[in-house]
Protein backbone atom coordinates (compact mmCIF):
# COMPACT_ATOMS: atom_id res chain seq x y z
CA UNK A 1 0.00 0.00 0.00
CA UNK A 2 1.26 3.16 -0.69
CA UNK A 3 3.31 5.14 1.91
CA UNK A 4 3.02 8.98 2.28
CA UNK A 5 5.50 11.22 4.38
CA UNK A 6 5.71 14.70 5.31
CA UNK A 7 7.15 17.14 8.24
CA UNK A 8 5.81 18.41 10.75
CA UNK A 9 6.89 21.22 12.61
CA UNK A 10 7.15 21.52 16.58
CA UNK A 11 6.74 25.01 18.67
CA UNK A 12 9.25 25.59 21.62
CA UNK A 13 8.67 28.22 24.34
CA UNK A 14 11.07 30.65 25.70
CA UNK A 15 12.10 30.59 29.13
CA UNK A 16 14.40 33.76 28.95
CA UNK A 17 11.35 36.40 28.28
CA UNK A 18 8.31 33.65 28.28
CA UNK A 19 7.14 33.99 24.63
CA UNK A 20 5.10 31.36 23.44
CA UNK A 21 4.40 28.54 20.48
CA UNK A 22 8.23 29.62 18.85
CA UNK A 23 8.57 27.84 15.42
CA UNK A 24 10.94 25.16 15.50
CA UNK A 25 13.24 26.72 12.25
CA UNK A 26 14.10 29.60 15.19
CA UNK A 27 17.03 28.64 16.95
CA UNK A 28 16.86 32.19 18.84
CA UNK A 29 13.67 33.61 20.40
CA UNK A 30 12.17 36.30 18.14
CA UNK A 31 11.12 38.49 21.12
CA UNK A 32 14.17 38.49 23.17
CA UNK A 33 16.92 37.05 20.77
CA UNK A 34 18.42 34.47 23.29
CA UNK A 35 19.55 31.55 21.64
CA UNK A 36 17.41 27.89 22.50
CA UNK A 37 19.51 26.23 25.06
CA UNK A 38 18.85 22.33 26.06
CA UNK A 39 17.86 23.84 29.49
CA UNK A 40 14.92 25.04 30.77
CA UNK A 41 12.97 22.89 28.61
CA UNK A 42 13.03 24.97 25.38
CA UNK A 43 13.91 21.53 23.64
CA UNK A 44 11.01 19.83 24.45
CA UNK A 45 8.74 20.20 21.10
CA UNK A 46 5.05 20.52 20.80
CA UNK A 47 4.04 18.77 18.00
CA UNK A 48 0.50 19.24 17.84
CA UNK A 49 -2.57 16.51 18.62
CA UNK A 50 -3.21 13.73 16.53
CA UNK A 51 -6.29 11.97 15.34
CA UNK A 52 -7.43 9.84 17.89
CA UNK A 53 -8.88 6.99 15.47
CA UNK A 54 -5.74 7.26 12.89
CA UNK A 55 -2.78 8.91 14.88
CA UNK A 56 -2.36 11.52 11.58
CA UNK A 57 -1.34 14.93 13.12
CA UNK A 58 -3.65 17.52 13.14
CA UNK A 59 -1.35 20.08 12.10
CA UNK A 60 -0.51 20.88 8.54
CA UNK A 61 2.89 19.41 7.27
CA UNK A 62 5.86 21.60 6.30
CA UNK A 63 5.55 23.07 2.66
CA UNK A 64 8.45 25.69 2.99
CA UNK A 65 11.95 24.76 1.67
CA UNK A 66 14.18 26.38 4.03
CA UNK A 67 12.59 24.53 6.71
CA UNK A 68 12.59 21.35 4.81
CA UNK A 69 15.98 21.63 4.38
CA UNK A 70 16.46 22.15 8.05
CA UNK A 71 14.61 19.13 9.08
CA UNK A 72 16.80 17.40 6.85
CA UNK A 73 19.94 18.45 8.51
CA UNK A 74 19.94 15.94 11.34
CA UNK A 75 20.22 16.27 14.87
CA UNK A 76 20.71 19.54 16.78
CA UNK A 77 23.50 20.00 18.55
CA UNK A 78 24.38 22.22 21.74
CA UNK A 79 27.72 23.97 22.04
CA UNK A 80 29.68 22.84 25.48
CA UNK A 81 30.55 26.36 25.68
CA UNK A 82 27.35 28.79 25.26
CA UNK A 83 24.73 26.41 25.53
CA UNK A 84 23.30 27.48 22.15
CA UNK A 85 21.24 25.06 19.65
CA UNK A 86 22.92 24.50 16.42
CA UNK A 87 22.09 22.70 13.07
CA UNK A 88 22.93 19.06 12.76
CA UNK A 89 25.18 19.85 9.66
CA UNK A 90 27.01 23.22 11.21
CA UNK A 91 30.68 22.68 12.09
CA UNK A 92 30.78 25.40 14.34
CA UNK A 93 27.86 27.37 17.13
CA UNK A 94 26.34 30.29 15.06
CA UNK A 95 26.34 32.15 18.43
CA UNK A 96 30.48 32.24 19.68
CA UNK A 97 32.09 30.26 16.58
CA UNK A 98 33.13 26.98 18.82
CA UNK A 99 33.74 24.44 16.57
CA UNK A 100 31.86 21.33 17.46
CA UNK A 101 33.36 19.11 19.76
CA UNK A 102 32.89 15.41 21.17
CA UNK A 103 31.53 17.27 24.38
CA UNK A 104 28.83 18.29 22.41
CA UNK A 105 25.40 17.68 23.10
CA UNK A 106 22.50 15.75 21.71
CA UNK A 107 18.94 17.16 22.56
CA UNK A 108 16.59 14.44 23.97
CA UNK A 109 14.54 12.52 21.31
CA UNK A 110 10.77 12.44 22.35
CA UNK A 111 8.63 9.20 22.04
CA UNK A 112 5.55 10.45 19.76
CA UNK A 113 4.14 7.11 19.70
CA UNK A 114 0.03 7.42 19.28
CA UNK A 115 -1.07 7.10 23.05
CA UNK A 116 -4.42 6.18 24.58
CA UNK A 117 -6.32 9.53 25.42
CA UNK A 118 -6.43 10.36 29.03
CA UNK A 119 -9.90 9.87 30.58
CA UNK A 120 -11.84 13.24 32.12
CA UNK A 121 -11.68 13.25 35.30
CA UNK A 122 -15.03 12.61 36.98
CA UNK A 123 -17.25 15.77 37.44
CA UNK A 124 -18.33 16.33 40.80
CA UNK A 125 -21.86 15.19 41.35
CA UNK A 126 -24.18 17.88 42.38
CA UNK A 127 -27.13 17.29 44.62
CA UNK A 128 -30.06 19.55 44.21
CA UNK A 129 -32.11 20.50 47.85
CA UNK A 130 -34.49 17.49 46.56
CA UNK A 131 -31.92 15.45 46.67
CA UNK A 132 -30.07 16.29 50.16
CA UNK A 133 -33.31 15.88 51.63
CA UNK A 134 -33.85 12.18 50.58
CA UNK A 135 -30.29 11.19 51.28
CA UNK A 136 -31.44 13.06 54.89
CA UNK A 137 -34.38 11.11 55.47
CA UNK A 138 -32.57 7.91 54.32
CA UNK A 139 -29.65 8.49 56.76
CA UNK A 140 -32.34 9.47 59.33
CA UNK A 141 -34.62 6.25 59.15
CA UNK A 142 -31.18 3.71 58.87
CA UNK A 143 -29.34 5.22 62.03
CA UNK A 144 -33.20 5.08 63.31
CA UNK A 145 -33.81 1.58 62.54
CA UNK A 146 -29.74 0.99 64.29
CA UNK A 147 -30.93 2.72 67.59
CA UNK A 148 -34.43 0.51 67.57
CA UNK A 149 -32.49 -2.89 66.78
CA UNK A 150 -29.82 -1.65 69.35
CA UNK A 151 -32.69 -0.75 71.71
CA UNK A 152 -34.86 -3.14 71.39
CA UNK A 153 -32.30 -6.30 71.60
CA UNK A 154 -31.40 -4.43 75.18
CA UNK A 155 -32.36 -6.50 78.28
CA UNK A 156 -33.91 -6.37 82.00
CA UNK A 157 -34.79 -8.19 84.47
CA UNK A 158 -38.96 -8.50 86.04
CA UNK A 159 -40.27 -11.04 88.71
CA UNK A 160 -43.02 -13.46 87.95
CA UNK A 161 -45.14 -15.90 89.66
CA UNK A 162 -46.09 -19.45 88.37
CA UNK A 163 -50.15 -19.32 88.08
CA UNK A 164 -50.86 -22.85 86.78
CA UNK A 165 -49.03 -26.27 85.52
CA UNK A 166 -50.66 -28.57 83.31
CA UNK A 167 -49.65 -31.88 82.15
CA UNK A 168 -50.57 -34.69 79.44
CA UNK A 169 -50.19 -38.61 79.47
CA UNK A 170 -50.89 -40.15 76.77
CA UNK A 171 -50.51 -44.56 75.43
CA UNK A 172 -50.98 -45.05 72.15
CA UNK A 173 -51.77 -49.02 71.86
CA UNK A 174 -50.52 -50.52 68.01
CA UNK A 175 -51.03 -53.34 66.77
CA UNK A 176 -48.65 -55.23 64.10
CA UNK A 177 -51.17 -56.19 61.55
CA UNK A 178 -51.05 -57.05 57.62
CA UNK A 179 -51.88 -54.96 54.65
CA UNK A 180 -51.89 -55.34 50.77
CA UNK A 181 -49.64 -52.44 49.51
CA UNK A 182 -47.63 -52.18 45.97
CA UNK A 183 -44.79 -51.86 44.33
CA UNK A 184 -42.04 -51.94 41.14
CA UNK A 185 -41.51 -55.61 40.74
CA UNK A 186 -37.64 -55.40 39.85
CA UNK A 187 -37.76 -53.94 43.93
CA UNK A 188 -39.37 -56.68 45.54
CA UNK A 189 -38.12 -59.54 46.81
CA UNK A 190 -39.74 -62.33 48.53
CA UNK A 191 -39.27 -61.98 52.26
CA UNK A 192 -40.81 -64.26 55.11
CA UNK A 193 -42.65 -61.51 58.22
CA UNK A 194 -41.35 -62.01 61.23
CA UNK A 195 -43.72 -60.84 64.13
CA UNK A 196 -42.74 -58.96 67.44
CA UNK A 197 -41.78 -60.31 70.67
CA UNK A 198 -42.48 -57.61 73.44
CA UNK A 199 -42.56 -54.90 70.53
CA UNK A 200 -40.16 -55.24 69.20
CA UNK A 201 -37.75 -57.29 66.56
CA UNK A 202 -40.45 -57.66 64.00
CA UNK A 203 -40.09 -58.32 60.28
CA UNK A 204 -42.64 -56.72 57.59
CA UNK A 205 -42.13 -59.12 54.84
CA UNK A 206 -42.96 -59.48 51.05
CA UNK A 207 -45.13 -62.15 50.08
CA UNK A 208 -47.98 -62.94 47.72
CA UNK A 209 -46.40 -60.88 44.97
CA UNK A 210 -49.27 -61.04 42.54
CA UNK A 211 -51.34 -58.90 39.89
CA UNK A 212 -48.68 -57.53 38.31
CA UNK A 213 -49.68 -54.84 35.43
CA UNK A 214 -47.46 -52.32 33.33
CA UNK A 215 -47.64 -48.48 34.83
CA UNK A 216 -45.82 -45.69 33.77
CA UNK A 217 -42.72 -45.34 36.26
CA UNK A 218 -41.40 -42.09 34.46
CA UNK A 219 -40.28 -40.70 31.44
CA UNK A 220 -36.94 -41.02 29.65
CA UNK A 221 -34.91 -38.89 26.83
CA UNK A 222 -34.65 -40.88 23.46
CA UNK A 223 -33.00 -39.49 20.28
CA UNK A 224 -35.60 -38.61 17.53
CA UNK A 225 -33.79 -37.65 13.91
CA UNK A 226 -32.11 -34.47 13.76
CA UNK A 227 -32.15 -30.42 14.04
CA UNK A 228 -31.27 -27.76 11.86
CA UNK A 229 -29.87 -25.18 15.09
CA UNK A 230 -28.94 -21.43 14.07
CA UNK A 231 -27.08 -18.96 16.06
CA UNK A 232 -26.36 -15.55 15.61
CA UNK A 233 -22.68 -14.77 15.49
CA UNK A 234 -20.22 -11.66 15.56
CA UNK A 235 -17.11 -11.70 13.28
CA UNK A 236 -14.69 -9.41 12.15
CA UNK A 237 -14.65 -9.21 8.47
CA UNK A 238 -12.49 -6.65 5.78
CA UNK A 239 -14.39 -3.44 4.96
CA UNK A 240 -12.33 -1.41 3.42
CA UNK A 241 -9.14 0.61 4.36
CA UNK A 242 -7.91 3.01 6.96
CA UNK A 243 -5.46 5.36 7.27
CA UNK A 244 -2.97 4.88 10.05
CA UNK A 245 -0.07 7.07 10.81
CA UNK A 246 3.08 7.32 13.20
CA UNK A 247 5.50 10.44 13.75
CA UNK A 248 8.95 9.94 14.46
CA UNK A 249 10.83 12.84 16.65
CA UNK A 250 13.84 13.81 14.50
CA UNK A 251 15.95 15.92 17.20
CA UNK A 252 15.76 18.97 15.32
CA UNK A 253 12.35 20.60 16.48
CA UNK A 254 10.85 18.91 13.74
CA UNK A 255 9.03 15.46 13.59
CA UNK A 256 8.16 13.09 10.37
CA UNK A 257 5.13 11.20 10.22
CA UNK A 258 4.45 8.28 7.98
CA UNK A 259 1.02 7.03 7.03
CA UNK A 260 -0.29 3.79 5.18
CA UNK A 261 -3.56 2.50 3.93
CA UNK A 262 -4.01 -0.65 5.99
CA UNK A 263 -6.78 -2.66 6.25
CA UNK A 264 -9.67 -2.11 8.12
CA UNK A 265 -12.51 -4.29 9.66
CA UNK A 266 -15.59 -3.93 10.88
CA UNK A 267 -17.91 -6.49 12.70
CA UNK A 268 -20.38 -8.77 11.24
CA UNK A 269 -23.41 -10.59 11.79
CA UNK A 270 -24.24 -14.06 10.91
CA UNK A 271 -25.74 -17.67 11.07
CA UNK A 272 -24.09 -20.55 12.79
CA UNK A 273 -25.99 -22.79 11.51
CA UNK A 274 -25.53 -26.86 12.51
CA UNK A 275 -27.13 -30.17 12.56
CA UNK A 276 -27.82 -31.46 16.08
CA UNK A 277 -29.85 -34.62 17.18
CA UNK A 278 -33.80 -33.61 18.50
CA UNK A 279 -34.72 -35.65 20.85
CA UNK A 280 -37.99 -36.02 22.37
CA UNK A 281 -39.56 -37.79 26.03
CA UNK A 282 -40.92 -41.16 26.21
CA UNK A 283 -42.85 -42.88 28.87
CA UNK A 284 -41.16 -45.34 30.21
CA UNK A 285 -42.95 -48.40 31.68
CA UNK A 286 -42.54 -51.21 34.63
CA UNK A 287 -44.56 -54.22 35.94
CA UNK A 288 -46.33 -52.91 39.09
CA UNK A 289 -47.56 -55.55 41.33
CA UNK A 290 -49.66 -56.05 45.01
CA UNK A 291 -47.93 -57.81 47.56
CA UNK A 292 -48.78 -58.50 51.07
CA UNK A 293 -46.88 -56.96 54.19
CA UNK A 294 -47.39 -56.11 57.96
CA UNK A 295 -47.23 -52.80 59.37
CA UNK A 296 -47.76 -51.20 62.60
CA UNK A 297 -51.26 -49.37 63.06
CA UNK A 298 -52.75 -47.73 66.26
CA UNK A 299 -55.91 -49.57 67.43
CA UNK A 300 -56.22 -47.22 70.94
CA UNK A 301 -55.24 -44.25 72.95
CA UNK A 302 -55.45 -43.42 76.15
CA UNK A 303 -55.12 -40.19 77.94
CA UNK A 304 -54.42 -38.66 81.24
CA UNK A 305 -54.60 -35.13 82.16
CA UNK A 306 -53.69 -32.54 85.11
CA UNK A 307 -52.99 -29.36 86.80
CA UNK A 308 -51.25 -30.38 89.89
CA UNK A 309 -49.71 -33.65 91.76
CA UNK A 310 -46.83 -35.50 89.54
CA UNK A 311 -47.80 -36.77 86.25
CA UNK A 312 -49.57 -40.47 85.82
CA UNK A 313 -49.71 -42.93 83.03
CA UNK A 314 -52.99 -43.99 81.90
CA UNK A 315 -53.41 -48.24 82.54
CA UNK A 316 -53.20 -49.99 78.89
CA UNK A 317 -51.43 -53.47 78.17
CA UNK A 318 -50.20 -54.55 74.90
CA UNK A 319 -51.38 -57.98 73.57
CA UNK A 320 -49.96 -60.41 71.07
CA UNK A 321 -48.22 -58.59 68.42
CA UNK A 322 -48.86 -55.24 69.53
CA UNK A 323 -46.62 -52.07 71.51
CA UNK A 324 -47.51 -49.11 73.52
CA UNK A 325 -46.04 -45.25 72.20
CA UNK A 326 -45.67 -43.01 75.28
CA UNK A 327 -46.44 -39.47 74.43
CA UNK A 328 -46.15 -36.24 77.23
CA UNK A 329 -46.35 -32.54 77.13
CA UNK A 330 -46.23 -30.52 80.27
CA UNK A 331 -46.38 -26.89 80.14
CA UNK A 332 -45.87 -24.60 82.85
CA UNK A 333 -47.84 -21.04 83.02
CA UNK A 334 -46.16 -17.99 84.46
CA UNK A 335 -47.36 -14.02 84.86
CA UNK A 336 -45.38 -11.20 84.98
CA UNK A 337 -44.94 -7.30 83.92
CA UNK A 338 -45.25 -4.60 86.64
CA UNK A 339 -49.29 -5.29 86.52
CA UNK A 340 -49.06 -8.82 86.47
CA UNK A 341 -50.77 -9.01 83.21
CA UNK A 342 -48.36 -10.84 80.57
CA UNK A 343 -47.94 -14.83 80.32
CA UNK A 344 -45.34 -16.65 79.68
CA UNK A 345 -45.54 -20.51 78.65
CA UNK A 346 -42.55 -22.49 79.69
CA UNK A 347 -42.33 -25.86 78.64
CA UNK A 348 -40.64 -28.56 80.20
CA UNK A 349 -39.25 -31.38 78.71
CA UNK A 350 -39.03 -34.68 81.04
CA UNK A 351 -40.91 -35.21 84.27
CA UNK A 352 -38.39 -34.43 87.08
CA UNK A 353 -38.21 -30.61 85.28
CA UNK A 354 -41.77 -30.02 85.12
CA UNK A 355 -42.60 -31.57 89.05
CA UNK A 356 -39.93 -28.60 90.33
CA UNK A 357 -42.11 -26.23 89.27
CA UNK A 358 -44.79 -24.91 91.67
CA UNK A 359 -48.22 -22.71 91.83
CA UNK A 360 -47.33 -19.56 93.47
CA UNK A 361 -43.63 -19.97 92.69
CA UNK A 362 -41.42 -16.81 92.25
CA UNK A 363 -39.84 -16.28 89.08
CA UNK A 364 -37.38 -14.38 87.30
CA UNK A 365 -37.51 -13.86 83.61
CA UNK A 366 -35.12 -11.91 81.43
CA UNK A 367 -37.20 -9.86 78.62
CA UNK A 368 -36.12 -7.31 75.66
CA UNK A 369 -37.42 -4.28 75.49
CA UNK A 370 -39.01 -5.51 72.34
CA UNK A 371 -40.62 -7.93 75.00
CA UNK A 372 -39.03 -11.22 74.42
CA UNK A 373 -38.74 -13.91 77.11
CA UNK A 374 -34.99 -14.96 76.60
CA UNK A 375 -35.21 -16.62 80.12
CA UNK A 376 -37.35 -17.73 83.44
CA UNK A 377 -35.79 -19.33 86.30
CA UNK A 378 -37.56 -20.19 89.38
CA UNK A 379 -36.55 -18.01 92.60
Known sequence: MA????????????????????PARHKNCPSCNNPRELTGKESEFDFGDVDAASGKSTREGV???????????????????????????????????????????????????????????????????????????????????????????????LKGEVVATNWRRALVQERFVPETR?????????????????????????????????????????????????????????????EKCSRRDKGNGFAEEVCHDVTKYCNESYEDCDTETRYRNEPVYSQQCA???????????????????????PELVAGTNERVRREEDYTVLVRYDD????????????EDEFVAWKKGQGVTLTVTNLGKVEQAVRR
Open 3 to 22: ERRRIIEGSWNCTSCGAKNI
Open 63 to 157: ADEQALEMAGAGEDWFCAYCGAANRGDGKRCRQCSAERGSDAKAAPLADLSPKAPPKPAPKPRRFGKVALIVVGILSSCCLGTCAVGIWGNMKHE
Open 182 to 242: TGWRDELSNTSPRMPVNGAGEVAGVTNIRDCASRQRGTRRVADGTQRVCRTKTRKVACGTE
Open 291 to 313: YDTYVWKPVDTRELKGTEGPPRW
Open 339 to 350: DGVKQHEVKPTR
